[in-house]
């Protein structure tokens, strides 16, 4: 059964920093795209961030871009965000995702994941 666990969230000042983490278990993830996505409270869950197994190509939202950084460890099967110099906006509930694997699609859109995190809460205190 496969099965994304996130962790790290908290509450943080602004300008803070803070590190997720999904743990992903149930079958290999070395070859999937694994992604970011966040959800604040009476938003849809927009993208994020998302790492490629193809050369390990990173992208960004334009809003995260320069503050945050995409990293995985595949023999750990683990797929990290670090989070600096953080923003009120920046407030959500972040949910890891992966892809199927083998695959070489886009990474922006929920619907390129098939499998999904329950999620941790991030808060930034102005």
């Known amino acids: 059964q496969v099965q994304l666990v996130e962790s790290g969230g908290g509450l943080v000042q602004a300008g803070g920093s803070l590190r997720l983490s999904c743990a992903a278990s149930?079958?290999?993830?070395?070859?999937?795209?694994m992604g970011w996505f966040r959800q604040a409270p009476g938003k849809e869950r927009e993208f994020v961030a998302s790492?490629?197994?193809?050369?390990?190509?990173?992208y960004y939202a334009d809003s995260v871009k320069g503050r945050f950084t995409i990293s995985r460890d595949n023999a750990k099967n683990t797929v990290y965000l670090q989070m600096n110099s953080l923003k009120p906006e920046d407030t959500a509930v972040y949910y890891c995702?992966?892809?199927?694997?083998?695959?070489?699609?886009?990474?922006?859109?929920?619907?390129?994941?098939?499998?999904w995190g329950q999620g941790t809460q991030v808060t930034v205190s102005s």
């Open positions: 995702a992966a892809t199927r694997q083998l695959y070489s699609g886009s990474s922006y859109y929920t619907n390129d994941y098939n499998s």
């Open positions: 149930g079958r290999t993830f070395s070859n999937s795209a």
């Open positions: 790492i490629h197994w193809i050369a390990g190509r990173t």
